[in-house]
T-cell receptor, first 112, second 114 residues
Framework: DAKTTQPNSMESNEEEPVHLPCNHS???????IHWYRQLPSQGPEYVIH???SNVNNRMASLAIAEDRKSSTLILHRATLRDAAVYYC?????????????FGQGTELSVKP | KAGVTQTPRYLIKTRGQQVTLSCSPI?????VSWYQQTPGQGLQFLFE???????NKGNFPGRFSGRQFSNSRSEMNVSTLELGDSALYLC?????????????FGSGTRLTVV
């Protein structure tokens, strides 16, 4: 699975939108882009995933660049509960083995 | 529906001992994966079981082993514990199908080796 690059940390104000970037310049055509987050003292939590088109769900939106070499996780209105480490992970379509390769992620802090 | 359950939540063991951790996946999920999380190495994949068979394995020594039962519950065992095995051990369950839906993680077992 290809590698991703994320900023180590980001800050946001409560109730403002947050854009978390991820670079994956070596992505292959069959790699899906997954995002997980890990709140303090908890296991990672699935947020969203996509292949080519932008995706929305109740937690967030995922914007994928046209060349797929980067993506952005968008939290529309940050709350204090969104403070967590966010991981961007590439997962090959044929990866049936449950192996997720986590990088260092982006630690998001949210100020009231 | 119930989430992924890991027991125990906390464990303290002495160097040289062995330990067994348990994971009960979401009902209907046949895949269970195990991860180790440490401040220095982050989250690292240990192994995955699907229908009682190990399907994938990470780069950990043979002291780390696991198994899966017919009800999909899984255990991982670490023998001859070392101080460096102190970590948060997480398991994740999924349907195991070749799709790209998310994995559901448990809250983990915090193992401290003294």
């Amino acid at each position: 699975d290809a590698k991703t690059t994320q900023p180590n940390s980001m800050e946001s104000n409560e109730e403002e939108p947050v854009h978390l970037p991820c670079n994956h310049s070596t992505i292959s055509g069959t790699d899906y882009i997954h995002w997980y987050r890990q709140l303090p003292s908890q296991g990672p939590e699935y947020v969203i995933h996509g292949l080519t088109s932008n995706v929305n769900n109740r937690m967030a939106s995922l914007a994928i660049a046209e060349d797929r070499k980067s993506s952005t996780l968008i939290l529309h209105r940050a709350t204090l509960r969104d403070a967590a480490v966010y991981y961007c992970i590439l997962r090959g379509f044929y990866n049936q083995g449950g192996k997720l390769i986590f990088g260092q992620g982006t630690e998001l802090s949210v100020k009231p | 529906k119930a989430g992924v359950t890991q027991t125990p939540r906390y464990l303290i063991k002495t160097r040289g001992q062995q330990v067994t951790l348990s994971c009960s996946p979401i009902s209907g999920h046949r895949s269970v994966s195990w991860y180790q999380q440490t401040p220095g190495q982050g989250l690292q994949f240990l192994f995955e079981y699907f229908s009682e068979t190990q399907r994938n394995k990470g780069n950990f020594p043979g002291r780390f082993s696991g198994r899966q039962f017919s009800n999909s519950r899984s255990e991982m065992n670490v023998s001859t514990l070392e101080l460096g095995d102190s970590a948060l051990y997480l398991c994740a369950s999924s349907s195991g199908q070749p799709t790209n839906y998310g994995y559901t993680f448990g809250s983990g077992t915090r193992l401290t080796v003294v």
